[in-house]
């Protein structure tokens, strides 16, 4: 392994957990080392839930520091998304670059998203469902989002959302001074295309990628645009930087 040769690290975002990211996994460790984590109280971490995407930015510094992880390239999706934006500005000189997915500087939570997770929690799962994936994604694609969903523990699904609908990063984003990608699915209901842009347009050094015929889950929706995607960053990081600054997958 090259001494400067970058460390993806996959960050999964509300209610699900490291298994989102098989396909990336599967693909990138191929030519570039890959790992993925379970933030706290998800999947297999049974650590104390974090109310804030401060908090949870903590723990990924720790995590990474813990692990002695060379040249940490954060991956992170909607609530991951934003803890990585955070760990970024805290302490830019740990990363080699960032790619923020499904993702903004500002996101706001719909009310009625809050109120079905306040009722019947299976029907909870089966509208957040409706919101991340495009009408007509195969069952075999969305169970890999909603079994993990349906295993959450609800409370703690309902403090992810929480996090996301209090996070404002819009007057500090411009400070993010590492490489960085942002990924959109074209209809993503829940950090819709102009938010990626205009977080591409507050980053520094911000590439944009939009995955046609994908929503919210664009990693399992369409895994191979969206390791295209990420294979094509990798590859850039090891160049120059140049003044283009947008990337559009058809």
């Known amino acids: 392994m090259s001494a400067t040769q970058p460390t993806l690290v996959f960050v999964h975002g509300v209610g699900t957990n490291q298994t989102i990211w098989r396909s990336q996994l599967r693909h990138l460790n191929k030519r570039t080392p890959a790992l993925a984590l379970d933030l706290p109280a998800h999947g297999t971490n049974s650590a104390r839930v974090r109310y804030t995407v401060a908090e949870l930015a903590t723990y990924l510094r720790e995590w990474l520091g813990e692990r002695q992880v060379p040249n940490p390239v954060l991956v992170g999706h909607s609530l991951g998304g934003l803890a990585a934006l955070t760990v970024a500005l805290q302490r830019p000189q740990i990363l080699s670059g ?42 075999a694609i969305r169970i890999k989002a909603t079994v993990p969903l349906s295993e959450a523990n609800p409370e703690v699904v309902y403090c992810d959302f929480a996090a996301c609908n209090e996070f404002d990063a819009t007057r500090w984003v411009g400070n993010v001074d590492v490489p960085t990608l942002v990924i959109a699915g074209r209809h993503d209901q829940l950090a819709p295309v102009r938010l990626a842009e205009q977080l591409q347009d507050l980053v520094p050094h911000a590439d944009l990628a939009v995955i046609e015929d994908a929503g919210h889950m664009a990693m399992l929706e369409q895994p191979r645009r969206f390791n295209a995607a990420v294979d094509a960053f990798v590859e850039r990081m090891a160049r120059p930087r140049v003044a283009a600054r947008s990337s559009r997958l058809a």
Request: glycine share 10%.
């Open 98 to 139: 960032l790619i923020v997915v499904g993702a903004g500087a500002r996101l706001r939570v719909m009310p009625a998203l809050f109120e079905s997770l306040r009722g019947r929690y299976p029907r909870a799962v089966e509208f957040i469902d409706r919101l991340w994936f495009v009408p007509g994604t195969a069952p």
